[in-house]
């Protein structure tokens, strides 16, 4: 099996899986910590909204995994040909952003239904479940079209440039995420404390 | 060309697999809230949660990335002597413990920089350093069985692995933070 020698020849010893994902690992570290900032900022709304917390590592997580399959999709296309880099109306390409937007969506809905269901069934407050959607909603778009612009625009780039997509989607997925997730969360909490 | 990507097909594969992750990511945020109270009297800890979350999706997505690549090359036993699993266990390992000491470090810094009452270096390291190591077995547990039942089951493990084992970091690293704060404060 000359691609198996090949693998463990190149890819599996300890020193080079640990060069080639720890600076990538702290540099998500630093960036993780600006999502937390956010979050610590986030204290008088989290007491004002009460069932506002639950929320928070659902909504984090929903980006990497959506927008990180969206990546990883985006990488494989690229290697296939299925996607040209470039910036212009494509139909697998329309359809795939479609895809992600349309899971952030619905994600975003069922997230809120199902946390207000279920901190009102465990006899917890919650602020209800228009402004708990709503705050879901906002933050679920906002952040997502952000990220979908971003991670199309740094996918094309870096393999224009000889870089594989698929090395730099996932964590940009999980760690830019992260942040506009949280920024968008502050966001949208201070416009639902605004109109109720 | 042929459309090879449809919104419908995507949705379709994507929906269950989301729902399943948000279910455990709520069961998360219910963690978190039961410990609320005690989280927003020490915001230093509370500013540690998403950096928590995010390195242990980062760990187990790469380690999954890994072992799903030399599954599908067919070169990983699932035998504790298996030379690659062993590296692998040993690198995640390695990464893991000078990662989660860094989130500490950084923790304490990003403390001081934006006013965030912290409980101090010492603790910031061990509680993220401890909490860290724990999450770490945990994600290598996880990631390596679902890759192997995955494909055991004729499921593709790319598919599976990576969604599953991020929202179980998710439960575990908020379980783990808390828990062990409330051992060191």
Redesign the interface.
């Known amino acids: 099996?000359p691609?198996?020698d090949q693998?463990?020849k190149k890819?599996?010893?300890?020193s080079s899986?640990?060069k080639q994902?720890?600076p990538l690992?702290?540099i998500?570290?630093?960036l993780?910590?600006f999502?937390?900032?956010v979050?610590?900022?986030m204290?008088a709304s989290?007491?004002a909204l009460p069932?506002l917390?639950?929320?928070?590592?659902?909504?984090?997580?929903?980006r990497?995994?959506?927008f990180?399959?969206f990546g990883s999709?985006l990488g494989s296309?690229l290697h296939?040909g299925?996607i040209l880099p470039e910036l212009k109306r494509d139909?697998?390409l329309m359809?795939?952003i479609?895809?992600a937007l349309?899971?952030g969506v619905?994600?975003s809905i069922?997230?809120a239904v199902?946390?207000h269901y279920?901190?009102l069934a465990?006899g917890?407050d919650s602020i209800g479940i228009i402004p708990l959607t709503a705050i879901s909603l906002i933050a679920g778009v906002v952040s997502g079209i952000v990220l979908t612009g971003l991670i199309v625009l740094l996918a094309f780039a870096g393999y224009k440039k000889g870089i594989d997509p698929d090395n730099i989607t996932?964590?940009i997925a999980?760690?830019a995420g992260?942040v506009l997730a949280?920024v968008a969360l502050f966001m949208a909490a201070e416009i639902v404390l605004g109109v109720i | 060309m042929q459309n090879e990507y449809h919104v419908k097909r995507i949705l379709k594969t994507a929906l269950p697999i989301l729902t399943f992750a948000s279910l455990l990511g709520i069961a998360s945020g219910l963690v978190l809230d039961t410990y609320g109270d005690f989280l927003l009297i020490s915001p230093g800890i509370l500013m540690l949660v998403p950096v928590m979350i995010g390195m242990g999706g980062n760990l187990g997505s790469i380690l999954g990335a890994r072992i799903t690549s030399a599954l599908h090359l067919g070169i990983v036993e699932l035998r504790l002597t298996d030379p690659l699993l062993r590296n692998n266990v040993l690198a995640t390992i390695i990464v893991g413990v000078i990662s989660f000491f860094a989130v500490g470090v950084f923790g304490q810094l990003f403390c001081i920089l934006f006013g965030f009452e912290s409980p101090g270096l010492v603790n910031m390291i061990l509680i993220s350093s401890v909490s860290g190591f724990l999450l770490t077995l945990i994600i290598v547990f996880t990631t390596i069985l679902l890759a192997f039942m995955s494909y055991g089951y004729g499921f593709d493990p790319d598919d599976t692995t990576i969604p599953m084992v991020t929202s179980i970091c998710d439960v575990f690293g908020i379980l783990a933070l808390f828990g062990v704060m409330m051992v060191v404060l």
Do not use: F, W
């Not at chain 1, 890819?11 to 300890?14: D, E, L, R």
């Not at chain 1, 917390?53 to 929903?62: C, E, N, Q």
């Open positions: 099996m691609e198996g693998y463990l890819y599996a010893g300890v899986i640990v994902t720890l690992l702290v998500c570290v630093i993780g910590l999502a937390g900032v979050l610590g900022g204290k989290l007491e069932g917390l639950v929320l928070v590592p659902a909504i984090l997580d929903t990497g995994n959506i990180g399959a999709r296309a296939q299925l139909d697998n359809h795939s479609a895809a349309g899971e619905i994600i069922v997230l199902i946390a279920v901190i465990l917890r996932g964590p999980t760690t992260d949280m």
